[in-house]
């Protein structure tokens, strides 16, 4: 994609959200209590960063207009997708099964998606690494992660 | 004097000596976990300081909360991921230097300017606590306000080359941070009927699926994956003594804004890095580089975010009026272990007191210690293979993120903010910015408003001889702002499209 | 010697953790008498605040009396709101105890639509009752509370009042004297009750209403109490009751279980809590930290807990707060 279109396509994108949310102000929870406003009600300040908002939004359309048209910089979408439902998969799941039993099979997979193929140091780190971060937060740092539905503690 | 030697005596005792050591490792390690910061590190050990003498137990919390400051800057260096969020300026060039194989230098950088801010904040302290104390109380909500503004100005600093689309980051910043209630009515707004959005968007997980989930899915998706070059583990590095003086200015700067900003309570480390990194930016020797790797940038922003340690202890001391989070459970410690906060804090309990600032005077010193001695072992983090490396990453940052406020809702902010730096990085929207606006949104409303509610609605009221504070510091940002504009301009006289994406 | 101590007892612990691992992949819960299993403290407010450090002041005792662990688990955001809410989803057994302040459970339910109510809980026990205070700095203009009154007739909506957030018990105060006296207080909301002494230290506003033991500690002169009776160390100010007005108000810390919770559990846990609050180093810590233990049996608390839910619906409603 040329710098132009994609400036221009980021810059609308964004003039679109500030109308959207703009629209969202004008519902009256935003009207607030006239007896703690005084005289400034919730959506004041949210309006003027909003209007900041869309106006240099607008410029940033107008600016795209003027620049010399480049390449922009490529990504790999394959690759890009797939480590990034990966990890989206991983956050859900630790909601579902507990941060040690989703971490696990975790390690392992994103290692591979990576690119990584060396099945000795995989193997270690998948074995070490989760159970070793576990120990740390739920022993010294007294942070307790997700646990399963089925397993007292972990 | 005598004083100063029977404190001397009672912190040389083995156990105080144990908590400054053990303090200093464990805090630089917490701090350096994404998302895990001071106030967490200290509130795990608190149970445990209620049970232990009075000298090592105040050694033990002020060494993690020093070193906890420190520790975030070096994740921040390493993996691009600020440990803390007053870390956000030290990423700016401290992850390049390391992406140009110099993290150790980076370290040495980021270490020597911390103890320097540190020490020369406890050395404002000691001195001059009870009349910084004063001034503090006469910053008022307009005051804040201003001093906010100023802090602002720095969006346009690390914004290099994309000021409108900078900008229109920091404006994202400001208002995600006024997503849940409102703080003058309490009305919930921006929730879009999610619950978990009434308590609003947490700073600690848009920062790190912004800067760590975001740089682990560009790199899996670089096309020609340029590895980073391998950092030597060649140990502890001391930059030379002459390239310190080249950068002096920034260096002494940088320590006092720092300890100002820390003495005024509700401003916080990242609000001091912020000012501190747009000065540097503006007045700096080598400006032109800040971004791409240059040492001045880490000691604006790693000098002024320890300086706020020293700086944050005066109105907490003096005052007994913490001014965040983490002060209030340093605090809270102190009055368990006797020492009162208070105006008759100095007269009632000399010899803690003295013993305490010694204690500062350590830990700051034991940071040398503690990060020559981990320095190669940190660097050697960098020679993992790179796929290892960013699992454990992905790994920590969800724990950092889940463990804050112990809510799975924001492992899912995580991972959203991980899916929108992508696209910022590809569009060329700087994200620096974000966390800006994030950090400062909140304080920057309430200040606006409390100021509004005090002047019965006028805005002009704010720039009257009657608050000449901040009268000053209003000047103050709109001479940094006019800078930042000015430079942007014969930037783009220079070059017609500068539009390279920026970190 | 002391820092030996914590190193032992962490070790300990961690071995206890390693022999123990057999243990924890045990199915949940088994069906032994309570306690048989870690009970986790959920604290709705972040590490370091008031409720917080009140909760790791009573936790090494109260793991004792319970003879199990007890670990505090902090949820926070939206004044209290979220992690109450997760605490009144738990399951009821005891395992889960949530460790609140006023404002969650006794003030937010009238401010806006939360997925639980006060009747979502079964209460437990008090932890502490501190008496409010109205307080003015020690240069302020206002000796008595009538002098302030007066001037705040005379000059409606121009005297700052400062609180600790909208919906907090200070703002409470305020309302409550603004209807009570028939004034009109010009309240500017701070972010927790250090700021707001801040702000009054430095003359932002004129007074602010928050535990007694703060008059002291920052050299506040008290203008009014809002205890029952006249306070032992403030014999000379009024309280609300002496100028006509039958109003009470004190910070209370109080802990409640989800409300199907079966009563033995809560009467064990009550048990112990009380205990806990007649340990002298508990006492102790109390006392540094300006809280006031305050010991109360279930149905005392339950009555208390209500009474002020009714008390500040009634306030919210008045001052057209109520949505």
Known sequence: ?154 | MENILSAAQQLMSPAALAAIVLGTVYGTIVGALPGLGSVIAITIVLPFTYSMDAIPSIALVLAIYCSSVYGGSLSAILINTPGTPQSAATLLDGYPMTRKGRAAEAIGWATISSVIGGLFSVAVLIIAAPQLARVALRFGPIETFALICMALTCIAGVSRGSILKGLLAGILGLFLATVGADPMTGAIRFDFGVFNLSAGVSLIPVLVGLFALAEVFCRAAERAGTPIPKTESSGFVVPPFREWWLRKRTLIKSAAIGTFVGILPGTGASTASFIAYSEAKRSGRFRDKFGTGEPEGLIASETSNNAVTGGALVPTLALGIPGDPVTAVVMSTLIIQGIQPGVRLFADNADLMNAAFLALILCNLMLLVVAAAGSRLLTRVLSMPEPVLFTMVVVLSLVGSYGVNGNMFDVLVTFIAGIAGVAFRYIGVPVAPIVIGLVLGPIFEESLRQSLILTDGSFGAFFTLSHPIALGLFALAALLMAFAIATEIRGMQRKPAPDAPEI | MKIHRMLCATRREFAAATLAFGALAMPLHAQDAYPSDTVTLLIPWAAGGATDVAARAIQPTLAEQLGTDVIIKNVSGAAGTIGTAEAARARPDGYTVLVTSAGPVAVQPHLRKLPYDLDSFKPVGRVSLTPMLTMVPQDSPYNTIEELIAAAKENPGQITAGSSGAGTLPHLAILALNKAAGIELKHIPFQGSNAAIKELLGGTVALFSDQSQSAPKYELNGLLAWSGERLEEYPDVPTMKDLGYDIEMGNWIGVFVPLDTPEEIATALNEALNNTLNDPEVLQNFADLLLAPSPTSIEEFDAFARANYEFSREMLQDAGLVQ
């Open chain 1, 1 to 154: 994609m040329k710098t132009a279109t994609r400036d221009t396509i980021f810059g609308l994108v964004m003039l679109g959200a500030s109308g959207l949310l703009w629209l969202e102000t004008t519902r009256p929870q935003y009207d607030g209590i006239p007896a703690l406003n005084y005289g400034f009600p919730p959506d004041f300040y949210p309006k003027i960063l909003l209007g900041i908002w869309a106006f240099v939004s607008v410029l940033i359309i107008v600016r795209s207009r003027m620049i010399a048209q480049a390449e922009a910089e490529g990504l790999h979408p394959g690759k890009l997708v797939v480590s990034m439902a990966v990890v989206g998969l991983y956050c859900w799941l630790v909601g579902v099964i507990g941060f040690l039993l989703a971490t696990i099979p975790f390690t392992g997979l994103f290692m591979a998606v990576l690119g990584y193929r060396r099945p000795v140091v995989m193997l270690a780190v998948t074995a070490l690494f989760p159970v070793g971060v576990w120990w740390l937060m739920s022993g010294p740092l007294q942070i307790f992660l997700p646990e399963s539905p089925w397993f007292n503690s972990f």
